[in-house]
């Protein structure tokens, strides 16, 4: 597949910037991240991207500032830009400013991707043939992990497995983010920070959205946790817990 095409995310959001960069590198994207304008600005003295998806509110540097500095003489921007806001009415000033998309957040993961194959389309055809088709849809799972060191592994031998995948560090996070691209399979760790891995599937098992979601819990084998985990293991809302000892445990139970 080619991997030329480069996309730059300029977000200070943590979650939301590696649930972007994943999805776009289960396309076939490669994908460089910074937390800011300074940072992306930084980037951009090494790459060159085919598309900068921004975020206008940031620290530091925020997106509006950002698309100052990458102006050329002509005051039109140097490179494609997608416009990432909360602020919806925004739209007709960023049309005005020749931004090339313009998403306001929350927003689905689908229709970002689409937005931005669209405008890569723009220069390059080879696009669509390689990354447009949807006729056979991958797999989307969302996993639940903050442990970064886990979730790495897992990230990657979900993508390897076909997956796209969409990502969360927190309970919390996990909750208000899964509704914005439904997801066929959700794999949470038993242990996060905030909420225990149980009680965000119990949350999430209300939602009817989710009604055709599997429902995976996760943690290590411990003779220790050996009492807790078998009556997990009996709740409803869990349709599997995994108790593994290598992480491909988890991946083989999602299929």
């Known amino acids: 597949m080619d991997s030329d095409k480069i996309i730059l995310i300029i977000d200070d959001e943590e979650d939301l910037r590696d649930t972007i960069e994943y999805s776009f590198t289960s396309k076939g994207f490669k994908v460089i991240t910074a937390v800011d304008g300074v940072d992306g600005l ?39 830009v997608l416009v990432l806001t909360a602020r919806a009415n ?39 043939k390689e990354y447009g088709s949807d006729e056979k849809r991958a797999r989307k799972v969302f996993i639940v992990e903050n442990n970064k060191e886990i979730f790495n592994k897992l990230a990657i031998l979900f993508l390897e497995a076909g997956y796209i995948v969409n990502s969360a560090q ?52 411990s003779r220790e946790k050996e009492k807790i985990i078998q009556n997990l293991a009996q709740k409803e809302e869990i349709d599997l817990f995994v108790k593994y000892t290598n992480i491909n445990d988890i991946v083989e139970a999602s299929s």
């Open 42 to 80: 930084e980037k951009l003295e090494t790459v060159k991207p085919d598309l900068i998806i921004l975020d206008m509110n940031m620290p530091r540097m925020n997106g509006v500032e950002f698309y100052g500095k990458i102006k050329g003489m002509d005051e039109k921007p140097k490179y494609p």
């Open 90 to 128: 925004m739209e007709q000033l960023f049309k005005e400013l020749d931004v090339d998309g313009f998403m306001a957040k929350p927003f689905e993961l689908r229709e970002l991707v689409k937005e931005a194959i669209s405008i890569i389309k723009k220069d390059s055809s080879a696009v669509q």
């Open 170 to 221: 927190s309970g919390a996070s996990s909750i208000k983010r899964i509704t914005m691209d439904i997801p066929d399979v959700i794999v949470a760790a038993l242990s996060l920070h905030d909420i225990s891995g149980d009680i965000v599937i119990g949350k999430l098992r209300r939602l009817k959205e989710l009604k055709k979601t599997k429902f995976i819990l996760y943690a290590a084998s």
